[in-house]
DNA sequence: TTTCAGGGTGGAAACGCTTTCTTGCAAAAT
DNA sequence: ATTTTGCAAGAAAGCGTTTCCACCCTGAAA
């Protein structure tokens, strides 16, 4: 019992094939024929077989596996990011070893250069203040690193234009009358968990009313937790220092769910007495009716994986910054039906 | 430039000693003389070396790496657990990778056998339903299993007894006066996600109370998603229903840090007006005086990772369930400075 | 018909280790 | 003095891949 892994040697004798022909079809190498490589791959399903990453470390130098270093808050943002990631790589026949930082402790050891992080071939980095706090801004690693919804003149990067996100809210919410308020993601105490976007979406809110000489009083920004509850309390909040109609800036679609949930209990109707505008636009805000500023996730992650197998394959050029931009999606939550002048 | 690591030939050369002595001082085997040791660790300093970790695993059979797959809610018990096993795993020279569960598409790929998370030397499981989904409710491996903070026949386990918790919990509230409220984590809507801990928990509060002659309406059942910001909203729902005193058990530490925040901004005084027990007994309790059921989290994850390395090392015997046993920690949260007959 | 090019393939060597086998040698036992 | 024991350490055989070289074809060019 406990069989052991199947090797090359088994499936190319299973293929009637030399080890080199099996080595071939798992690289993609073009000269081989359609029907070996058939018959090979049959020969993999049939027993299972699947390359054992650290003896092709140890060959080849490589080990077709990346790491990505992401913070665990936020979920569903992740797992769109993952997916966009993913789908690039797997192209490539690459996998995706995962570090997730629960916390500085964890993360303290992810940064230590003997960690499993960096006994693959490339570094996918999640998060935002990790860059600063490494000695020298750099990743104690020769091989290459993509920060992904993060910057850094240092390493190439792929991240969305929260402030401009933010500006947009408001052009988009200072149209309609009524008051203007805000909902912010706190920002973590610990220096370690830094995450700014929150800061950045509000900022950019703000000086986007300013442009259209609206401005945001402090009392309007209600700042939370990243939960849907927090969206519930701040709506509460809200009603406590004002009468309908409330437009609201939800710093995210989570707490943007939590104003919904809300606003149902309180019976406030939205696009009406509550317009609200979430961000990030995941899948559910359609069917909730949610407007909202949609970011490009999966595209962001998927062009810092393209950018981060350039660098593996060796790519040496300086820093590349790919800036995506959000787009507005206007849906009933922002649309109501009475008319005024336009 | 990027001169070529140094390998194991150089320290033996260096050293002038063979390779296999080397190997043997860096696996600490105990047939080397001190004195060569010693020259061998001086060759390998002034080299500056460091064994390829791809290597070893390769020329051992081994890949010194276990496989966690765990949800990604609750985050504090979950660095708590990995604290535990992280802590005996290391001092084998052990590796952790993790695998987060981020959604049920992602649990799918883990579940696959041709995952990297069947690439280590064995599996451990921190999910509750998992087992069940499995066809034969095994996972396609041949490597060992074992479950933490879950249970099944077929696997080694250790877990905490949550409905004994629930009922310690019920034994000390119900000694004061004034109604009794209990805040329930809200399970997951997915099959793939389920957690019955919270449903655990009430039950077992349920029951303690019953057999002390007292009863839990529906009512004074918040169900809430994990979250702080749901037992500032549980609270502000009791408060709706009745008048202080409230002795309420919150299925989770971090619920109650919810309510602790709500009743200082409805200025209920903690202790007196609201009587308050949490569940987990993370760190920060102490700080606040919050009373809690402590549960040995790194002391489950420690002994579910040296039941893996035993499954590892070649234990065939039929599989173990380790349980655990929370602890009532009282503090000023659930000890008012009245009194009354005891 | 012969020559040549080049695609397709098998197998040996290499990667940097661990592990087993073997030998050398000194101390203990006969 | 001879045999036995056991520890220390070198040599060599793997571990599961990639890569390189040599060889065999087939078909086009001469």
Same mark, same amino acid.
């Given at each position: 019992?406990?069989?052991?892994?199947?090797?090359i040697?088994?499936? &190319?004798?299973?293929?009637?094939?030399?080890?080199?022909?099996?080595?071939?079809?798992?690289?993609?190498?073009?000269?081989?024929?359609?029907?070996? @490589?058939?018959?090979?791959?049959?020969?993999?399903?049939?027993?299972?077989?699947?390359?054992?990453?650290? /003896?092709?470390?140890?060959?080849?130098?490589?080990?077709?596996?990346?790491?990505? !270093?992401?913070?665990?808050?936020?979920?569903?943002?992740?797992?769109?990011?993952?997916?966009?990631?993913?789908?690039?790589?797997?192209?490539?026949?690459?996998?995706?070893?995962?570090?997730?930082?629960?916390?500085?402790?964890?993360?303290?050891?992810?940064?230590?250069?003997?960690?499993?992080?960096?006994?693959?071939?490339?570094?996918l980095?999640?998060?935002?203040?990790?860059?600063?706090?490494?000695?020298?801004?750099?990743?104690?690693?020769?091989?290459?690193?993509?920060?992904? %919804?993060?910057?850094?003149?240092?390493?190439d990067?792929?991240?969305?234009?929260?402030?401009?996100?933010? =500006?947009?809210?408001?052009?988009?919410?200072?149209?309609?009358?009524?008051?203007?308020?805000a !909902?912010?993601?706190?920002?973590?105490?610990?220096?370690?968990?830094?995450?700014? +976007?929150?800061?950045?979406?509000? /900022?950019?809110?703000?000086?986007?009313l300013?442009?259209?000489?609206?401005?945001?009083? %402090? /009392?309007?920004?209600?700042?939370?937790?990243?939960?849907?509850?927090?969206?519930?309390?701040?709506? =509460?909040?809200?009603m @406590?220092?004002?009468?309908?109609?409330?437009?609201?800036?939800?710093? /995210?679609?989570?707490?943007a769910?939590?104003?919904?949930?809300?606003?149902?209990?309180?019976?406030?109707?939205i696009?009406?007495?509550?317009?609200?505008?979430?961000? %990030?636009?995941?899948?559910?805000?359609? &069917?909730?009716?949610?407007?909202?500023?949609?970011?490009?996730?999966?595209?962001?992650?998927?062009?810092?994986?393209?950018?981060?197998?350039?660098?593996?394959?060796?790519?040496?050029?300086?820093?590349?910054?790919?800036?995506?931009e959000?787009?507005?999606?206007?849906?009933?939550?922002?649309?109501?039906?009475? +008319?005024?002048? %336009?």
């Amino acid at each position: 019992m406990a069989k052991r892994k199947p090797t090359i040697h088994e499936v &190319a004798h299973l293929a009637k094939v030399g080890i080199g022909t099996v080595s071939r079809v798992l690289n993609n190498h073009p000269s081989v024929r359609t029907e070996t @490589r058939e018959r090979v791959l049959a020969a993999m399903s049939s027993l299972g077989y699947s390359p054992n990453p650290h /003896a092709r470390r140890v060959a080849g130098g490589r080990s077709y596996t990346i790491s990505l !270093i992401l913070p665990v808050i936020s979920t569903e943002f992740y797992n769109r990011l993952l997916e966009g990631i993913e789908q690039v790589l797997s192209e490539e026949r690459y996998e995706i070893a995962l570090f997730p930082i629960f916390s500085p402790l964890r993360l303290q050891r992810y940064l230590e250069s003997r960690s499993l992080a960096y006994q693959t071939d490339g570094l996918l980095v999640a998060s935002q203040g990790l860059a600063h706090l490494l000695p020298n801004q750099r990743f104690p690693t020769e091989r290459p690193v993509v920060l992904v %919804d993060a910057h850094s003149p240092r390493y190439d990067s792929a991240f969305v234009d929260n402030y401009l996100g933010g =500006q947009m809210a408001a052009q988009h919410l200072a149209a309609f009358p009524g008051e203007l308020f805000a !909902i912010q993601m706190q920002e973590e105490l610990d220096e370690v968990m830094r995450n700014t +976007v929150g800061q950045e979406r509000v /900022a950019g809110f703000r000086d986007g009313l300013a442009r259209v000489g609206r401005s945001l009083p %402090d /009392a309007h920004i209600f700042v939370s937790r990243f939960s849907a509850e927090g969206g519930r309390l701040a709506l =509460q909040h809200f009603m @406590r220092l004002s009468r309908p109609p409330y437009n609201i800036f939800a710093g /995210a679609d989570l707490l943007a769910l939590g104003v919904l949930e809300e606003a149902e209990r309180q019976g406030l109707e939205i696009g009406e007495q509550v317009r609200l505008l979430g961000f %990030d636009g995941h899948t559910w805000t359609e &069917a909730r009716g949610l407007s909202t500023l949609s970011q490009p996730i999966e595209e962001m992650g998927a062009e810092a994986a393209r950018m981060l197998l350039e660098r593996i394959r060796g790519y040496k050029g300086s820093p590349r910054a790919r800036r995506f931009e959000p787009t507005l999606v206007v849906r009933s939550s922002t649309q109501d039906h009475t +008319v005024y002048a %336009d």
